[in-house]
């Protein structure tokens, strides 16, 4: 057993209950740091026993200590599925820049897809964070040039804003907003495959949902969590991806 990876897999559970903290209430537009950890329904501030990542959903059965109110099964969820991403990360890249990078990006991708799933938003503060960390990153790691990443944004921008206008609907503003930060990180051509992936999950699993009639032809779908998927795959798989397209030919 590899003891860094156990301790990236603590601290990515750690770091889970706060992401947590952020899904609930930046789309409430609340302090994430103010006021302290509270149950949601009785407001009884929480003590650090119950607030243990996946321990004390289960010591708690899942329910409230002080009002009993159920604890949504989400937190447990994302606490959960943080730890292994970042030991999944790390494993792949090791504690290196490119893996603190993709932490990041692992866990606000999560964010992300979980706030505009229930909400139907991407907040702007969340858009803004991608950008900073992206041109922190881009002086780190120096692996493309500036000119290839400001034409990966305004790909970013240009194509899902030429979508929204045609498609009427399917696409929102913070969907555009996103999309032009995730152009800067991953710069130009890789953009391209990132909001064609995203795109066609998207596309395809809302004309689904239509056709099962889960989803009538009116409502909207968020496409947040789909652009948020291409936007990973193409950033942790670019490389075996595109061998493996050439090996087609
Ligand atoms: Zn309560």
Avoid at 202 to 222: A, T
Wanted: glycine share 10%; hydrophobic share 55%; aromatic share 16%.
């Amino acid at each position: 057993m590899n003891l860094s990876l156990v301790f990236t897999f603590l601290f990515g559970l750690v770091f889970g209950s706060f992401l947590n903290v952020c899904i609930y209430r930046l789309p409430r537009e609340e302090s994430i740091v103010f006021p302290p950890s509270h149950c949601t329904s009785c407001q009884n501030r929480l003590y650090p026993k119950d607030l243990i990542p996946l321990l004390s959903f289960f010591l708690l059965k899942g329910k409230c200590r002080y009002c009993g109110e159920i604890i949504h099964w989400r937190y447990p969820a994302v606490e959960l599925l943080n730890g292994l991403g970042w030991v999944w990360v790390i494993a792949s890249f090791g504690i290196t820049t490119q893996g603190l990078a993709g932490v990041f990006l692992f866990s606000f991708a999560l964010v992300v897809a979980l706030i505009d799933l229930e909400h139907y938003l991407i907040p702007n503060s969340l858009v803004i964070l991608l950008f900073l960390c992206g041109l922190i990153f881009h002086f780190i790691l120096q692996d493309l040039s500036l000119t290839k990443r400001l034409l990966g944004m305004t790909v970013g921008f240009g194509l899902p804003f030429l979508l929204a206008l045609f498609s009427r609907g399917g696409m929102g503003g913070g969907d555009i907003k996103l999309c032009t930060a995730m152009g800067f990180w991953l710069g130009f051509p890789a953009v391209f495959q990132a909001l064609f992936i995203g795109a066609l999950m998207g596309s395809v699993i809302g004309i689904s949902l239509i056709i099962m009639k889960i989803k009538k032809r009116k409502d909207p779908i968020p496409f947040g969590p789909f652009l948020v998927l291409g936007f990973l795959i193409i950033f942790f798989f670019q490389e075996p991806l595109l061998s493996w397209y050439w090996t087609l030919f």
